[in-house]
């Protein structure tokens, strides 16, 4: 790809970000672009530039209150305020249970937690809302490999990198071969 190229391309997901703030339209045909973008990402570079818009798209909820409870959960979280981050991911999925962010967060407090079960769950209810969702799969990976089932772990994270070809927990796994 060449260096215009490659400004274009930025510039265009730059403007899907702008552009892409209602989560009814960023949740259809705006994402959709963006997975495809980041499944043929050309560099590991290029796809961590998709990866953070489709991220800011998966943050956004619609709903201004729910997305400032977000982010006091995610001040939470990195303060290591566990419990109390739960405590405002519990709120957020209770006024918004079709929110896949709200239980991907809550599914990334347990596994910091070691509450790996409870982590799970929630993955699974975020992959029902977007099954596309690589941070779950790639954590649910990571839960499989901690719980010494490698093959369920393998098998996780060969269909995140469907979705993100350029995971970095693809590297907890030395024996995949490219996908």
């Known amino acids: 790809m060449s260096p215009n190229s490659m400004i ?15 989560p009814t339209y960023a949740g ?3 994402l959709d672009s963006l997975f495809m973008d980041l499944k043929h990402a050309s560099s590991e570079q290029q796809a961590r530039k998709l990866e953070q818009v489709i991220w800011k798209q998966w ?12 982010q006091e ?18 709120k957020v999925i209770k006024k918004k249970p ?4 709200g239980w991907n967060q809550r599914a990334t407090v347990y596994f910091h937690q ?6 799970l769950i929630d993955i699974a209810k975020t992959l029902e809302l977007e099954p596309r969702h690589f941070g779950s799969l790639a954590g649910r990976a990571v839960i499989r490999l901690r719980q010494n089932k490698p ?11 469907k979705f993100n070809p350029y995971l970095k927990e693809k590297n907890f796994f030395p024996n995949l071969t490219q996908v």
Not at 98 to 101: G, I
Not at 151 to 161: D, E, P, S, W
């Open 98 to 101: 079709d929110y896949a962010e």
């Open 28 to 30: 259809s045909k705006i």
């Open 59 to 70: 943050m956004q909820s619609g709903d201004d209150a729910i997305d400032e409870l977000m």
């Open 73 to 90: 959960a995610m001040q939470k979280r990195r303060s290591y305020d566990f419990n109390g981050a739960i405590e405002v991911l519990n």
């Open 151 to 161: 093959a369920l772990a393998m098998q996780n994270i060969i269909h995140a990198l």
């Open 8 to 22: 274009k391309q930025t510039f265009f997901i730059i403007l899907l970000s702008v552009m892409a703030y209602s």
């Open 114 to 119: 070691e509450k790996y079960d409870k982590s």
